[in-house]
């Protein structure tokens, strides 16, 4: 089974009422490694996989399905789109953006997914207290999100205390000795950053 965007209006309506358990994207989800090991161990917590491959986005809900997880679901989607159809604001408590496609070649960097727009979309999507987490190999890609978020984000400790499972692509890099670049944000307020 496949869920496109068109075809599935929303995801479990339960998931962003305003008194819904937290709410976690891994965008780019990729074969769902990430997102439903966190489901598997964080059971009161729902976790939504964005990816744009219909083939990968079956494999996760083959995989969901196998486990019997009621707390993970995943959508095909493309950049900023399923956020926009699928997310109203201020539901998600934390965006993980793992591994993006790097896009290294200077005359492809406009097809990184993490631009201006995108931000603005996550700014909209996060919940109060929420997080944004980026992790990435390409130090050229990590360079640009800090630039990007230089302004009306402020930087959190990566650890939060909670036991984590390794994407696909950390894992693999990790396996070569590499260490990938992390950061965790939380956005200003509007209101504070007009303030000051
Ligand atoms: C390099 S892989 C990283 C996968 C995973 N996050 C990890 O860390 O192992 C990037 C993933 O993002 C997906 N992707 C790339 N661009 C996308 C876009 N604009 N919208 C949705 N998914 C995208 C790709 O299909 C791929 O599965």
Redesign the pocket.
């Known amino acids: 089974m496949n869920h496109k965007i068109d075809e599935v209006v929303t995801i479990p309506p339960a998931w962003t009422e305003a008194s819904a358990p937290p709410l976690e994207v ?6 769902g ?2 997102f439903i090991g966190m489901a598997a161990m964080n059971p009161g917590t729902n976790f939504l996989g ?4 219909a083939d ?1 986005v079956n494999k996760c809900l083959r995989k969901i399905g196998r486990l019997g997880l009621a707390n993970a679901f995943a959508v095909q ?3 900023a789109e ?1 956020l926009q159809k699928l997310l109203p604001s201020a539901s998600v408590t934390t965006f ?7 896009w290294p070649k200077r005359r492809h960097a406009g097809r990184r ?1 993490f631009q201006v727009s995108f931000l603005e979309e996550i700014r909209r999507v996060l919940r109060p207290n929420g997080t944004l987490r980026l ?1 990435t190999d390409c130090e050229s890609y990590f360079c640009e999100m800090r630039d990007l978020t230089r302004v009306g984000w402020n930087e959190l400790p990566w650890e939060d205390g909670r036991e984590t499972v390794e ?6 890099f990790r396996a070569m000795g590499m260490k990938p670049h992390q950061v965790c944000l939380k956005p200003i307020a509007i209101e504070a950053l007009v303030a000051t």
Not at 26 to 31: E, P, Q, S, T, V
């Open positions: 891994d965008f780019g989800c990729h074969r490694a990430f964005l990816e744009k491959q990968r989607g493309l950049g399923p993980h953006l793992y591994f993006p496609d790097p997914v992790m994407t696909a692509f950390e894992k693999t």
